[in-house]
């Protein structure tokens, strides 16, 4: 697991386990003929926070938030008004997982119980013999 990091208390005998903060994906605006427009855009949005922004030739501008917070919200404002793409956050993202090699006499909700008890969500469950 990628995601999740391990850390020792100060006894070093157990670990507890803290979910990894992504950093949220580029914003990418096409369309953008004044640049200096589209900062003084960000800044109203953004207020104080930093974002980093690179420029290409075809009028698209790569917008990199450090907050994941200020991401929703940009992206709150641009659906509105300003023509982007984005990916979804790599937090919110859903995964098919398909478990192999369990035993048929596992019941499904200890399983569902054990991946809650890593920080998993089981959204549906498919048989086998679906």
């Not at 501008?61 to 509105?80: E, H, W």
């Not at 859903?94 to 920080?119: C, F, M, N, Q, T």
């Amino acid at each position: 697991m990628d995601n999740v990091r391990f850390h020792y208390n100060t006894t070093g005998t157990s670990r507890t386990q803290q979910p990894r903060e992504h950093k949220p994906p580029p914003i990418h605006v096409y369309g953008v003929k004044n640049y200096q427009d589209m900062l003084s855009y960000l800044t109203t949005t953004l207020e104080d926070e930093q974002c980093y922004c690179k420029a290409f030739t075809d009028e698209t501008i790569k917008i990199n938030v450090y907050i994941s917070d200020s991401y929703r919200r940009l992206i709150k404002q641009f659906q509105a008004d300003v023509i982007h793409h984005t990916y979804q956050p790599r937090g919110e993202r859903v995964y098919r997982v398909v478990l192999r090699h369990l035993h048929h006499s596992i019941h499904p909700d200890i399983i569902k119980s054990e991946l809650e008890g890593l920080g998993h969500t089981a959204r549906k469950r498919i048989s086998a013999t679906d």
